[in-house]
């Protein structure tokens, strides 16, 4: 099971999800309690191990703004609304992460990998399971959206997803992530696939 714990902005809760086997780690661009700046998240992952991704975080990026992000921080993946790549250069070492939320349906079919979340990113809002099982079972699907500790297991169970996202549902408050909680996240995710 595939494991990115998102909203990052401290070593303690990187340590914490890298040392716990997450899979990749995100950081937030946009306008949010959880936003760094390009600089600061470059600090953050410099003792980070370069089999962790890193992925970028942004929602309606001007191009200006994901320039400054892809030359800055050098993202491994971009996670942005589906329809923001068309006037995106992203280049060939970046993974693209489309975001498809609960009511959104692509006009010519699902991509290859996805991010599947319920309508507004980061409000721990629980994504539509009945849809994005129907999504999973024909692309790499990571489910976000309202999961936490005590529902990630029935998640993978129903979903069967690729991957699993979290952010809200491993912080103490909003914006300041828990270091046991993010380790018993990842703990629970890996132990149900």
């Given at each position: 099971m595939f494991?990115?714990?998102?909203g990052l902005s401290s070593m303690d809760a990187i340590e914490a999800a890298t040392s716990a086997g997450a899979d990749a780690i995100g950081f937030v661009f946009s306008s949010s309690i959880r936003q760094v700046t390009p600089n600061q998240a470059l600090k953050l992952c410099r003792n980070v191990?370069?089999?962790i991704l890193r992925v970028a975080v942004m929602l309606r990026p001007t191009k200006d703004e994901?320039?400054?992000?892809?030359?800055?921080?050098?993202?491994?993946?971009?996670?942005?609304?589906?329809a923001d790549f068309g006037i995106l250069s992203v280049p060939v070492s970046c993974a693209p992460l489309p975001v498809y939320r609960t009511e959104q349906s692509p006009p010519q079919g699902w991509p290859r990998q996805l991010l599947f979340e319920g309508s507004t990113s980061g409000s721990g809002e629980t994504a539509d399971w009945e849809k994005a099982k129907a999504i999973a079972s024909s692309t790499r699907l990571i489910l976000a959206g309202g999961l936490t500790v005590s529902n990630v297991t029935d998640a993978i169970s129903h979903v069967r997803p690729w991957g699993v996202d979290v952010s809200s549902g491993v912080e103490?408050?909003?914006g300041h992530k828990d270091p046991a909680k993010i380790r018993a996240f990842v703990a629970r995710a890996m132990e149900t696939s």
């Open positions: 494991v990115k714990i998102c191990p370069p089999e994901w320039v400054a992000v892809r030359d800055t921080f050098v993202p491994d993946w971009l996670q942005t609304d589906a103490s408050q909003p």
